[in-house]
């Protein structure tokens, strides 16, 4: 089984800019490139998960710098940011748009720019393609249920929440920090998830995620040969810290392992929900 789908290379890296590590989730790699887009008018727009009311998610067209800051960080919830896609075109008249997506919506937008049904004069002003890497996601009241009822942190007063070392942690803007087992949040996975099998995004052009380096730095696939020019870019503007991903820890075994993992348990899934008659993806 492949674990990470097609790529170039393999890095670790973080932004160089302060204000974005500040805000970003791991090393602001995807804030980092939006930004460093807008300002070099490689982009003109790019699509985001805003953060709303009670840390939901919501997609959002940004045109600015500060746009993109405000809605880093991770959400643990939809934002089906591929759903703007056509208003950034058609009422932002953008000509070079930047998409960042789970690997689920990466898939989406890899198959509208090759069958662009519906998505004509739209799928040749996609200029970046992101992803980040995913395990599972829930709806938003599954992550309320978990941020309020198991960590007892007021949706409104959410900070910041990430998954890692084996728990689910919520921030709060007031300094506590609460954290969930997992075991604990695995009824609220949204049930689509259990029939996926992309952990790394393996079709965007760039794929970043947390796993693989660390604290404060992403793990980055470089993927096509436009993500590579990108990144290329970006190291010669100096705002990205790159490490060979052989330097770091825990590495690229890690990834393999969680992939493989991920993989392998919902492809279980695929085949006892075929046996049953119900939907899967192929
Ligand atoms: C549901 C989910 C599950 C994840 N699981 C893993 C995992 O198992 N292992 C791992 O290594 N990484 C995982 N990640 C990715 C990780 O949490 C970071 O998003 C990634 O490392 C990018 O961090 P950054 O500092 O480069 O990005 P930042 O600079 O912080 O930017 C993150 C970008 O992602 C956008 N975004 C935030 N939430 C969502 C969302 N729900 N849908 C679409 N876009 C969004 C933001 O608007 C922002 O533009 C997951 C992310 C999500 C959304
Ligand atoms: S697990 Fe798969 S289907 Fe679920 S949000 Fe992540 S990429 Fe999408």
Not at 19 to 37: C, F, N, R, T
Not at 87 to 110: F, H, M, S, W
Not at 151 to 169: E, Q, S, Y
Request: with cysteine.
């Amino acid at each position: 089984m492949n674990p990470f789908g097609n790529y170039k290379t393999v890095i670790s890296a973080r932004a160089t800019d302060k204000e974005i590590l500040k805000k970003a989730q791991d090393g602001g790699i995807v804030s980092a490139a939006y930004i460093y887009g807008l300002e070099s008018k490689l982009l003109d727009g790019v699509i985001v998960a805003n953060t709303e009311d009670g840390f939901n998610a919501a997609p959002k067209v940004a045109t600015t710098p500060e746009e993109v800051l405000n809605a880093a960080g991770t959400k643990y919830t939809v934002s089906p940011n591929v759903s703007v896609l056509k208003d950034a075109v058609r009422e932002y008249a953008l000509e070079k748009v930047g998409i960042v997506g789970t690997p689920c919506q990466v898939q989406a937008i890899r198959k509208l720019i090759k069958y662009p049904m519906g998505f004509r004069h739209t799928d040749s002003k996609i200029a970046l393609v992101m992803g980040i890497f995913c395990m599972e996601n829930f709806s938003y009241e599954g992550m309320k249920a978990i941020v309020e009822e198991y960590a007892g942190i007021r949706m409104d007063d959410v900070l910041k929440t990430d998954i890692g070392k084996g728990k689910f942690w919520v921030y709060s803007k007031y300094g506590d920090v609460k954290s969930v087992k997992l075991k604990d949040t695995h009824m609220y996975e949204q049930k689509s998830c259990h029939i996926c099998t992309d952990y790394t995004a393996e079709l965007a052009d760039i794929s970043t995620g947390s796993v693989g380096s660390p604290d404060g730095w992403s793990t980055i696939f470089i993927r096509t040969e436009k993500g590579e020019a990108y990144i290329n870019k970006m190291v010669e503007a100096g705002v990205l810290e790159t490490k060979n991903i052989d330097d770091v820890k825990p590495g690229l075994d890690l990834v393999q392992k969680l992939s493989l993992q991920k993989k392998e348990k919902n492809e279980k899934e695929i085949v006892q929900r075929r046996e049953l008659g119900l939907p899967v993806p192929y």
